[in-house]
């Protein structure tokens, strides 16, 4: 099967799936969902469509329900339009105990939004997570791909602030 008018993934996007799918045995190409998801993801402004998870399925040549089940599953996986930023603030055990807790009530307050919205300038999207793996560093929160950490109500606003 030719992908070669696959008009949703660029021969850019294609090229950098094929560079994952290297790394496994052909009869494993469903180990490529992820880094499938994430880059076509980063392409298609922050968020993935369901025809779009049917054309990573259709390209990795696998069912289309292993790509949904992946895309439900995991949290860094947006199915609807985000803000022009994405902000995940931790919210396991270590994060809550070192203020978390006060940081998302803060968020909801200030900027009227809640966890799984977006601002009603479309700035960011605000999403609950439940591990960032920085629990030493903790609160900590992932604005876009970079990470936040110790972060108190007053970092967060100065962070926001300096986001376009």
Not at 48 to 55: A, I, P, T
Not at 121 to 141: I, R, S
Request: hydrophobic share 40%; charged share 25%.
């Amino acid at each position: 099967m030719s992908f070669s008018n696959a008009p949703l993934l660029t021969a850019d996007v294609r090229a950098e799936i094929d560079r994952h799918l290297a790394k496994y045995p052909p009869e494993w190409k469903q180990s490529a969902i992820m880094p499938a998801l994430t880059i076509v993801q980063d392409d298609h402004g922050g968020w993935l469509s369901r025809e779009l998870l049917d054309e990573i399925a259709a390209y990795l040549d696998v069912p289309a329900i292993a790509v949904y089940e992946v895309a439900t599953f995991y949290g860094m996986y947006d199915l609807e339009p985000v803000g022009r930023h994405k902000i995940c603030v931790c919210n396991s055990i270590s994060c809550l105990l070192s203020g978390s807790e006060e940081l998302i009530a803060h968020i909801q307050r200030k900027y009227g939004v809640a966890p799984g919205e977006t601002t009603a300038d479309g700035k960011f999207t605000f999403k609950e997570f439940e591990c960032l793996g920085a629990c030493k560093d903790a609160p900590v929160a992932m604005v876009d791909k970079t990470y936040a950490e110790r972060l108190t109500p007053d970092d967060f606003d100065r962070l926001v602030e300096g986001l376009d």
